[in-house]
């Protein structure tokens, strides 16, 4: 699949401290590219030098096939984005500063504003100054600002901060529909790994400016293993039972936690042969490790 | 750039710097009646000559619209590194160096021309009350023209050059308040110079001289200060 963006090598630093390290990125077209890591580990750092908003120490960042350089500015007709926290003219109404983005980013169809500020839910206070604007709302228009243009590569950092839950779901939403139904490429960062888990199909981890991992989501669902995890009063017994039950594939993990990696087993024979045994049950529940928890294994690792 | 400053405009909304140039005239008008009026009436004072008169409104437009020209600077230029929106403008596909070169452009025009109407109107205004009250000491003569005009061209090219250098100090430090304090600084040095020559004027060497640095800084500025987002 083509790369609608690419970095190669990316490397910056300031003042010593090395906030990218070797960072290469690959995001196929049409694809949304979770971008995770800790506070600090270099995202933002990574999509500024990919909007030419910092320049890098060394390494190149490839839009749609052409090198980035200083005299790059054609290419971002093709980009949205929202960088840090959502920056606007405070004096002016969202109307107004959407109407400045058309005209700076080049694009004639000023009854596009209509369709974004209602796909936002901003369409009732769109006459209202900016500096009235609570957080939350700010976020909502600098999503309608970012896709006002219709852009086919769509950088977003931290998208969602602030939104209620009921945003959340909404932006969520919003960016599944324009990456299903208009092929917008998106590459998002998040500190919300569950929300990532949802909408991305690659995920790449960073953490103190190194890329650990780039995968698609389905390569981590794969490894992610589904268990039973019980809380007995004796796990020894307990082990003893399971190996007569048939069960072999189990750890002890301490005195009272056996966690068993054969997910069909029916937790109602289970509490029924334990409690005919005289082992006490406390608890017992399924799970299955989610992005949260690779991303918390693969931390521990490097 | 012309789509660029038309942009600049409307996003600034320069109605409100129109009611400033009104306002500083007006302010300047009152000021020389009230001066005016002081020496007329104070048997104890010569009246007001043309000559003092004229280096009164010199410095009252050398001082009044390089400082609003700082504001213009702080909230144009510097007021967008302060409040981020500098990371839109610099996102869009459009020459960086243009979109800053714009701002800059308003900001020396809005010297140029606003200087330019208040030495009108207040050079009319003591011709005008002068006529009519007889507030000056002798008659205007169409003669002084000939000292007024140039010496106004002079003060005006030389406050519009200067007024770069709140953006200059401004973009070092990335600082609103660094911009405005230098405009104070830029003046008071030009005033202290000036009055060492007897013309109450640059010499040409100095204009080239102050041309040439302010000139080089502002490039140096653009190469290493307006990329730099922090």
Redesign the interface.
């Known amino acids: 699949m083509d790369a609608v963006m690419e970095t190669v090598g990316l490397r910056k630093s300031y003042k010593g401290n090395v906030a990218a390290d070797d960072v290469n990125i690959h995001i196929p077209k049409g694809s949304v590219y979770g971008f995770v890591g800790p506070n600090g580990a270099g995202k933002s750092t990574v999509m ?1 030098m990919i ?5 890098p120490d060394a390494g190149e960042v490839h839009l749609f096939g052409e090198k980035v350089t ?1 005299r790059s ?5 093709r ?1 949205g ?1 929202i ?3 959502p ?6 109404t969202a109307r107004q500063n959407l109407e ?2 058309c ?4 694009f004639p169809n000023k009854e596009r504003i209509d369709e974004v500020l209602q796909m936002v839910d901003l369409q009732n206070v769109e006459g209202k100054q900016i500096r009235h604007y609570s957080l939350g709302m700010k976020q909502r228009l600098a999503i309608a ?1 970012a896709i006002l243009a219709r852009p086919e590569f769509l950088i977003l950092d931290e998208p969602i901060n602030a939104l209620d839950p009921e945003g959340i779901c909404k932006m969520r939403n919003l960016f599944r529909r324009l990456n299903r139904e208009e092929g917008t490429t998106i590459f998002i960062s998040s500190h919300i790994l569950s929300e990532v888990d949802l909408i991305a199909d690659t995920i790449g981890i960073i953490q103190h400016g190194k890329l650990l991992t780039e995968l698609p989501i389905e390569e981590i669902h794969k490894r992610q293993t589904a268990y039973i995890s019980l809380q007995v009063d004796d796990a020894a017994r307990a082990a003893a039972l399971l190996e007569q039950m048939g069960i072999a594939s189990f750890s002890v993990l301490d005195k009272e936690f056996i966690r068993i990696y054969d997910p069909d087993i029916s937790g109602k024979v289970l509490s029924k042969a334990l409690l005919e045994n005289g082992v006490g049950l406390e608890s017992l529940w399924r799970k299955q490790d989610t992005l949260e928890d690779y991303f918390f294994q693969l931390m521990e690792e490097k | 750039m012309a789509h660029l400053i038309r942009l600049e405009l409307k996003k600034n909304g320069f109605a409100r710097n129109m009611i400033f140039t009104a306002a500083a005239i007006l302010f300047s008008m009152l000021f020389i009646t009230v001066s005016l009026w002081d020496s007329m009436t104070d048997p104890e004072q010569a009246k007001d000559t043309f000559e003092s008169t004229y280096l009164a409104i010199g410095l009252l437009m050398s001082f009044l619209f390089p400082v609003y020209s700082s504001v213009l600077t702080a909230r144009l230029v510097i007021g967008e590194y302060d409040q981020r929106t500098i990371t839109i403008m610099f996102s869009y596909p459009l020459n960086r160096t243009k979109l800053i070169a714009g701002k800059l452009i308003i900001i020396m025009v809005y010297t140029a021309i606003s200087m330019t109407i208040g030495y009108i109107c207040c050079c009319g205004y003591i011709v005008f009350t002068d006529r009519h009250f007889d507030m000056l000491e002798g008659t205007f003569r169409i003669s002084m023209l000939q000292t007024w005009i140039p010496t106004a061209i002079t003060a005006t090219a030389v406050c519009t050059v200067l007024s770069l250098w709140p953006f200059i100090i401004g973009m070092i430090r990335k600082s609103v308040p660094a911009a405005i304090v230098t405009s104070w600084i830029v003046i008071v040095l030009r005033q202290v110079m000036i009055t060492k020559n007897e013309t109450n004027q640059e010499s040409l060497p100095q204009i080239l001289l102050a041309t040439t640095v302010t000139f080089g800084m502002t490039f140096l500025i653009f190469k290493k200060k307006v990329p730099e987002l922090y």
């Open positions: 500024k909007l030419n908003l910092i320049r200083d500015y054609e290419i971002f007709k980009v984005s960088i840090e926290n920056a606007f003219y405070d004096r002016l400045l983005h005209e700076y980013m080049g600002r």
